[in-house]
């Protein structure tokens, strides 16, 4: 048997709060005695890394493609969320006070009956699954990243969207209390809430996740907590995180970047290499952790679930 001399499930304690450190020995001692000893190799690796303790149920991802994943550490401690702070490396920090609890999700606008999801009730009626996808920020990095979701496709059919609607218009929550960048006013970094926009086809393809978290437990803070979009064949700012509304609507939605900079980024978004952004170059990125440069994918690597959305559109015009 395998004798563990330090308590692997716990991180240091500057690194949690006493609510997380609490939940985290719950999850665990739910696992039981006999499980403890059964995975305690597997205990011993999740701490080497600090990942927490799975507490999502899920269908593990085949990773057909054979991925290489990034780690947890490199996914959670590089974040961009503009409602907290620029500082890709900061975020965590500022983060980790974030109050998730009793979430809910407005369904609004073209649906049979407009309704507010409570977010833990949802849950239970959603079985979740693994999704091993690539990540790539129109910045020039990139990650894998084993997110847990649904398809928002099964939420769509869940709630309903009259023929007419043609978009899908998503919200982050708007709190100044809660994110600092919010409460500077006028001179908040961007305008908020942060809104993205999907085409109805692009909403319902199979690749289109509504993820609730990463390695097995549910999404950190910095990541997007409690439930984000993630939409792996465009640019990262598409995943929007922290949603709070989901509207269906028939005129295409203005999103956050493009109403920052419409000249630099678009509706669509894409990963395409060979499109440039008018500042750089985006035949390449770096992937997190690696010193050399790979090449970009057309589509991010997933243009055979989905360059039929797009055939007979000029992708150099819509960006
Ligand atoms: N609400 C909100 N969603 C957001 C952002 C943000 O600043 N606010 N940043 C976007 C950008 S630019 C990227 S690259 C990804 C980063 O996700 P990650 O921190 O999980 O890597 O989130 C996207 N979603
Ligand atoms: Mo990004």
Known sequence: MKIIKKPSWQLNENEVTPKELFDKRRNFLKLGAASLVASGAILETLAKDNIPIKNLDFIKDKNLNNLKLNTYEQITTYNNFYEFTTSKTRVKDLARTFD????TIDIDGLVEKEMTLDLDDLMKTMSLEERIYRFRCVEGWSMVVPWIGFTL?????????????????????????QFPDQARGIFATIKYPYVEGLRMDEAMNDLTLMAVGLYGSKMPNQNGAPIRLIVPWKYGFKSIKSIVRISFVEEQPVNSWQEQNSREYGFYANVNPNVDHPRWSQKRERVLGKFFKQDTLMFNGYEKEVAHLYKGMDLRKFI
Not at 100 to 103: A, D, K, R, V
């Open 100 to 103: 998730t609890s009793n979430w």
């Open 153 to 177: 496709k099964d939420l769509i059919k869940k709630v309903k969207p009259l023929s007419k609607a043609k978009y899908v218009r998503f919200e982050t929550l708007l709190d100044e209390e």
